[in-house]
C-alpha cells in the first residue's frame, strides 16, 4: 500500500514537471509569435522601427527570463530524476525507447483485467 502510494505520488510529480515543461514552451512560442504580429503590424503601418523598438525591448526581456526559467526548469527536472533513487519504494524502470525521462504519452490508459 505505501509502495503503491509512493509510486503513485511520483508519476503525479513525472506527470506535472512534463506539464510545466510544455507549458513554458508553448510560452516562448506565443511570445515570438506575438514578436512576430508587432513586426508585421509596424511593416502595415509603416510607423517607422523606432515606434516598436520599447515594445520589442520588453518583449525581448521577457522572452529571455522565459528562456531562463525553462533552464531552471530543466535542472528541476534533472534533480528530480536524481532524487528518484533515494526515495524509498521506487524503483528504476524502463520502458520505450530506453531513455532516463521517456516521452510523456497522452494516452488513454485502462486497466485491463
Known amino acids: 500500500m505505501r509502495k503503491q502510494m509512493i509510486e503513485n505520488a511520483a508519476f503525479e510529480v513525472a506527470t506535472q514537471i512534463r506539464t510545466v515543461e510544455d507549458g ?10 506575438l514578436q512576430a504580429r508587432i513586426m508585421r503590424a509596424n511593416a502595415v503601418a509603416h ?11 520588453q518583449l525581448a526581456a521577457a522572452i529571455h527570463g522565459l528562456v531562463q526559467t525553462r533552464g531552471a526548469i530543466v535542472a528541476c527536472h534533472s534533480a528530480l530524476v536524481d532524487a528518484k533513487g533515494k526515495v524509498p519504494g521506487l524503483r528504476v524502470t524502463s520502458w520505450g525507447n530506453g531513455d532516463d525521462c521517456p516521452e510523456f504519452a497522452k494516452a488513454d490508459l485502462r486497466i485491463v483485467a
Open 24 to 33: 513554458i514552451d508553448s510560452l516562448i512560442a506565443e511570445a515570438a509569435e
Open 47 to 57: 510607423a517607422g522601427i523606432g515606434a516598436v523598438n520599447p515594445p520589442l525591448e
